[in-house]
């Protein structure tokens, strides 16, 4: 889940494993839902996303599941791997009826994901 | 990498002086946002344009002001920077058409 304060909640993992990572998101109104990548030194990567029509969404290695009842997000990464090790974020978007929100996103603190060969 | 170039990538200034970074896109994408990202904060945003000369406040925006002459480039002003911008700045894009945000490589700004 996500953390306040200055410590991001960790997650370590063998390689092969397969990695679940939580995200409590805080408004009911949101509408749209990313999950984020970020390795050391770099910007944010898409890797999946989910409108709050849908429960479950999946892509290649990774799916995204959402709870709306308990406002929960969830990204499962599959036979996970060196290379998935980086914090992981997740977004939602707020729907404004009659107006647009202009695709603004607000952030959750994220999640170390290390991966142990 | 959505076509985003930030500049400059790090840089090292003194209180009290004025900074600009620079956000250049080159896949005419009209949303364009600028996010800082501070430990124990996340990605907080400061400023977001929907258009040329169209912007508007973010949930960070004091000390901050911002120009969209182009769509190309949207630059992201501190007239007065003070330690507490000492953070990393993302620049981020959205087509019109989509819901997905991409980011840039970042710019590291230390005011000292």
């Known amino acids: 889940g996500e953390s306040v304060g200055l410590h991001l909640p960790t997650l370590s993992v063998q390689e092969g494993d397969n990695s679940i990572i939580n995200c409590a998101y805080s408004?009911?109104?949101?509408?749209?839902f990313i999950w984020y990548k970020q390795e050391s030194g770099k910007g944010p990567q898409f890797i999946i996303d989910?409108?709050?029509?849908?429960d479950k969404r999946q892509g290649q290695r990774v799916t995204v599941l959402l709870n709306k009842t308990v406002k929960h997000l969830s990204l499962q990464i599959a036979a996970t791997q060196p290379g998935d090790s980086a914090v992981y974020f997740c977004?939602?978007?707020?729907?404004?009826?009659?107006?647009?929100?202009?695709?603004?996103?607000?952030f959750g603190q994220g999640t170390i994901l290390t991966v142990h060969p | 990498d959505a076509g985003i170039t930030q500049s400059p990538r790090h840089k090292v200034t003194e209180t009290g002086t004025p900074v600009t970074l620079r956000c250049h896109q080159t896949e005419n994408h009209r949303y364009m946002y600028w996010y800082r990202q501070d430990p124990g904060h996340g990605l907080r945003l400061i400023h977001y344009s929907y258009g040329v000369k169209d912007t508007d406040k973010g949930e960070v925006s004091d000390g901050y002001s911002v120009s969209r002459s182009k769509t190309e480039d949207f630059l992201l002003t501190l007239e007065s920077a003070t330690s507490s911008q000492t953070s990393v700045y993302f620049c981020?894009?959205?087509?019109?058409?989509?819901?997905?945000?991409?980011f840039g490589e970042g710019s590291w700004l230390t005011v000292v």
């Open positions: 989910i409108r709050s029509n849908m």
């Open positions: 977004a939602e978007r707020a729907s404004y009826a009659g107006g647009t929100s202009y695709g603004k996103l607000t």
């Open positions: 408004n009911s109104a949101s509408d749209y």
């Open positions: 981020a894009i959205r087509q019109e058409s989509g819901n997905t945000i991409y």
